[in-house]
């Protein structure tokens, strides 16, 4: 973890740690983000994002929206039609069950639809400070596996699994380091394990190919 802890200095962040940065941290910003991360590219997600926000910017004012506004908002996310109608019924709980405020627990986050674990852990992790959760996406998922942290065969399974196999200090940034490492080097397909700075310790379970050496 210290040695990617230096290697990501310099890359780009995921698009939802950008908007929790630029919006100092709001629960609802970052509930939103992440909900229209799910299987999106970041650029596309960042995008939608920014395009939502300026419109409405509280659970109020986007419950008010109809769901074919917020379609026209968040496209081109993936399943952007599931989303919106997600993202607007998340809004009128959170107003009509919460008061207006993005609750801060995992069981409560959990009532929300389109809310499941990886969602809730982040918002949890960059909105509410938490120091005990894991948000695990399939970056993580990928790369705790190849590292040989974990043998698992869900995202679920990786996320309590993590904890038992990791120093309780490293579970808020996990994802962080994890995800820009994936996005940029431990890659889905064709990793760059040539310019990997874990490639003495790494294991590389799963992997049958490797990108080629990218010279600096």
């Known amino acids: ?3 990617l802890a230096k290697a990501i200095d310099g890359l780009d962040e995921p698009a939802v740690e950008k908007i929790a940065k630029d919006q100092q941290e709001d629960p609802f910003q970052v509930l939103i983000a992440t909900m229209l991360s ?3 590219r970041d650029p596309v997600t960042h995008a939608a994002s920014t395009r939502l926000f300026r419109v409405a910017r509280t659970p109020r ?3 008010k929206l109809e769901v074919a506004r917020i379609q ?3 496209y081109p996310v993936s399943f952007y039609r599931n989303k919106a109608v997600h993202v607007k019924q998340a809004c009128e709980q959170i107003v009509t069950r919460f008061g207006g405020r993005v ?3 995992m069981e409560e986050l959990l009532t929300l639809p389109g809310v499941g674990r990886k969602t809730a852990n982040l918002v949890l992790i960059l909105a509410h400070s938490s120091q005990d959760n894991i948000c695990v996406d399939t970056h993580v998922h990928r790369i705790a596996n190849r590292l040989g942290w974990v043998h698992t065969r869900t995202p679920e399974e990786t996320e309590q699994a993590l904890y038992k196999a990791t120093p309780r200090r490293w579970w808020p940034v996990i994802n962080l380091y994890l995800v820009t490492w994936g996005q940029n080097v431990c890659r889905p397909v064709y990793p760059l394990c040539p310019q990997c700075v874990l490639v ?3 294991p590389k379970l799963g992997v049958t190919k490797m990108g080629k050496l990218v010279r600096q």
């Open 61 to 63: 004012s986007m419950a």
């Open 1 to 3: 973890m210290r040695r």
């Open 103 to 105: 609750p801060s627990t």
């Open 200 to 202: 003495d310790v790494c």
């Open 38 to 40: 799910a299987q999106t």
């Open 72 to 74: 026209e908002l968040i």
